[in-house]
């Protein structure tokens, strides 16, 4: 019953379970994964051609080792065995919020079809033994879809009005915003060469998952000039 309600949060496409698997274990951990779940489990992370290959040697792997959808699609790396420590932002990512045993976030590029946003947002929060020396166990992991995200937070379908288009931003204090998705589609995304004000320009901060985001809502582009 609980999965069925997390199901029905239409802004997640995605949860997963991550454990932290020592190096010394991994073997005996893979061993047991294909006894109990999957025979072809294995760890794996992508070359420098996006290729997938085994994981390779580190201290503490991050494997997906369940994952479940409320989509029908699955972002194409996110699928069992992947090591998301492999992938240096995400591995910042897990480290701050197991040093900090608070709930944070990254982005991750998206391998979705039919989806306007370019990556999406990889919510972490650690699990740890209840018993001390509470060691780490792994992550719960959720996957936001961006599109489905503005919806959720504008409580609205911002592209059945032809006279408003929304972006959502990340905000980062030492780089430029990065544009993660336009309700409008890539082709009216916002142009973030120009300055984030204007009459009719709305702009909102919003602070999640130890991150700054933003919400602009704007005229379209190819709306006329009155």
């Known amino acids: 019953h609980f999965s069925e309600y997390l199901g029905q949060m239409p802004e997640v496409m995605n949860w997963a379970w991550v454990p932290a698997v020592k190096a010394e274990d991994k073997e005996a951990f893979e061993q047991l994964v294909h006894q109990q779940v ?7 992370q992508e070359d420098s051609a996006g290729q997938p290959v085994p994981a390779l040697p580190r201290d503490v792997y991050y494997p997906v080792l369940h994952i479940e959808s409320s989509q029908s699609s699955l972002n194409g790396k996110l699928t069992p065995g992947f090591d998301l420590g492999s992938v240096e932002s995400i591995r910042a990512a897990l480290n701050e919020a197991s040093q900090q045993n608070l709930i944070t976030a990254t982005e991750f590029p998206s391998r979705r079809a039919n989806h306007n946003a370019e990556t999406d947002i990889l919510v972490l929060r650690a699990v740890r033994n209840t018993a001390p020396p509470r060691a780490l166990k792994g992550f719960a992991m959720a996957v936001l879809s961006p599109d489905t995200l503005i919806h959720t937070l504008v409580r609205a379908k911002p592209e059945d009005d032809p006279l408003l288009s929304i972006d959502l931003l990340q905000l980062q204090a030492d780089a ?23 009459s009719m320009t709305f702009l909102r901060p919003i602070l999640a998952f130890g991150q700054t ?11 006329p000039a009155t």
């Open 38 to 44: 999957d025979k072809d489990y294995r760890i794996w």
């Open 176 to 198: 430029p915003p990065t544009h993660l998705v336009s309700s409008r589609g890539s082709q009216d995304s916002l142009d973030l060469a120009k300055p984030l004000t204007g």
């Open 213 to 223: 985001f933003a919400v602009v809502a704007r005229p379209p582009r190819d709306l």
